[in-house]
C-alpha cells in the first residue's frame, strides 16, 4: 500500500469510541506523515476529540459501575471513560458559538464543516493539533468526512443553529458521496484501513459501486484493504462482512483478495501497533496529498467523465460497466 510506485490514495475509516479512549494521537500521526488522504468517521469521534481540543479531562473508569448512580452525580460514561456531564454542555456551547462566527448560510459538505471547525480550533486554541484530530486534519488539509451527520451532538448543535438562529446552514449528503467518490477516481490505486466497520466502512467502499453502477465509470475495486474488527460473518452485520463479498460488489479488487488483511482484535489494541509499525517502517513518511483543497478539481473531473460515459451508452458503445477486476497484481509485502 505504500510503495513509492503505487501513490496509493488512503482512507481511514473510523468507528466505535475511539477518540474517548485515547486513539486521536495515532490518527494525528498518520496524518502529519501523509499516511491518511482522507478520513471517514462516526461523527461521535469527531465531537469527543472536541474535548482534548478544548482542554477538558477525561477519566479512566470501569464499565462495573452504577450506571443510576452516575446519572444522578450528572458523569457520563462511555465503557471504562468517565466524565462529567459538564463537558458535553461546554463543547456544545463552544459548537454553537463556533456556527455563529462561521456564519455561513448555505449546504455544505460534511469536509467542509469539519475542515472549518479545526480551523477555528486552530485559533481558538493554538497547539491543540498535537492531540486534536480535527484541529490536525484542519492543518493538514486532510478531509474528514462523517456518514450519518446528524448523528451526533455535533449534527444536533447544527440543527440547533438551524432552528433557532434561522441558519440556511445543512450538511449536503450529495457532496459527500461524490467528494469521496471523486477521490477513489482519482487515485492510481486505492487503499483503506477500516477501524471497527459500521457506517464509516461502507461509506468508503461505496464509492467504487458508485462509479461502475451509477456513474458507468468502472474502477475495479479496492486495491488494499486492512480491516480491524471484533464482529463475526456469522451474525450478517455490515462490520463482519468479508473482502470477499466485497468482490461481488465491486468493491475489492479480486485479484487482491489473497493479499487483504482483516484482523480480528479489539481496534484499540491493534490500532496503536500497527501505527507503531507503519511508521518505523522505510516507507513510514509521504507527501501529503492534501486533498481539502482538490475537491473541486476531482468532482469536476467525475462529472466529465460520468458524462463521457453516459454519451457512449447512448451513442451504442459498449458501455463496459460491470464491475471488472484488473489483472492480476504482483503481491505488495
Not at 473508569?61 to 443510576?68: K, L, Q
Not at 469539519?114 to 480535527?134: I, K, M, N, T, W
Not at 507527501?287 to 469536476?300: G, N, S, W
Request: net charge negative; with cysteine; glycine share 10%.
Amino acid at each position: 500500500m505504500l510503495l513509492p510506485e503505487h501513490d496509493t490514495t488512503i482512507g481511514l475509516t473510523v468507528a466505535g469510541a475511539l477518540t474517548p479512549a485515547g486513539l486521536g494521537g495515532c490518527m494525528v500521526e498518520l496524518m502529519e506523515r501523509g499516511l491518511v488522504d482522507f478520513m471517514i468517521s462516526t461523527g461521535a469521534n469527531l465531537y469527543h476529540d472536541l474535548h482534548y481540543a478544548l482542554n477538558f479531562t477525561l477519566h479512566r473508569g470501569s464499565p462495573f459501575v452504577d450506571d443510576v448512580e452516575l446519572y444522578e452525580d450528572g458523569v457520563i460514561r462511555i465503557y471504562d471513560v468517565l466524565f462529567p456531564a459538564t463537558v458535553l454542555l461546554e463543547t456544545d456551547a463552544y459548537i454553537r458559538e463556533f456556527l455563529v462566527r462561521w456564519g455561513v448560510d448555505a449546504p455544505v459538505s460534511t469536509a467542509e464543516l469539519h475542515y472549518a471547525l479545526g480551523r477555528d480550533l486552530l485559533e481558538q486554541r493554538p497547539g491543540c493539533e498535537e492531540y486534536s484530530v480535527v484541529a490536525a486534519a484542519a492543518k493538514f488539509e486532510v478531509p474528514v468526512y462523517t456518514s450519518s451527520p446528524g448523528d451526533s451532538s455535533i449534527g444536533m448543535n447544527v440543527a440547533f443553529h438551524a432552528l433557532m438562529n434561522k441558519s440556511g446552514l445543512m450538511v449536503d449528503p450529495n457532496k459527500d458521496v461524490n467528494e469521496v467518490c471523486a477521490f477513489i477516481l482519482a487515485g492510481k490505486k486505492n487503499g483503506c484501513v477500516i477501524l471497527g466497520g459500521g457506517s464509516p466502512k461502507n461509506f468508503y467502499l461505496q464509492g467504487q459501486p458508485t462509479l461502475w453502477e451509477v456513474y458507468g465509470i468502472p474502477k475495479g475495486g479496492n486495491d488494499f484493504f486492512v480491516q480491524f474488527t471484533t464482529d463475526s460473518v456469522v451474525w450478517g452485520g455490515l462490520s463482519g462482512a468479508t473482502p470477499a463479498e466485497a468482490v461481488s460488489w465491486g468493491k475489492v479488487n479480486p485479484g487482491v483478495l489473497p493479499d487483504t488483511v482483516v484482523a480480528y482484535c479489539d481496534s484499540t489494541i491493534a490500532f496503536p501497533l500497527f501505527c507503531e509499525y507503519v511508521v518505523s517502517s522505510q516507507y513510514g513518511r509521504r507527501t501529503r496529498k492534501a486533498l481539502m483543497h482538490r475537491r473541486d478539481e476531482y468532482v469536476a473531473t467525475l462529472a466529465r467523465e460520468a458524462r463521457a460515459a453516459r454519451a457512449a451508452d447512448a451513442g451504442g458503445a459498449p458501455a463496459n460497466t460491470e464491475p471488472k477486476g484488473q489483472a492480476q497484481p504482483q503481491p505488495d509485502r
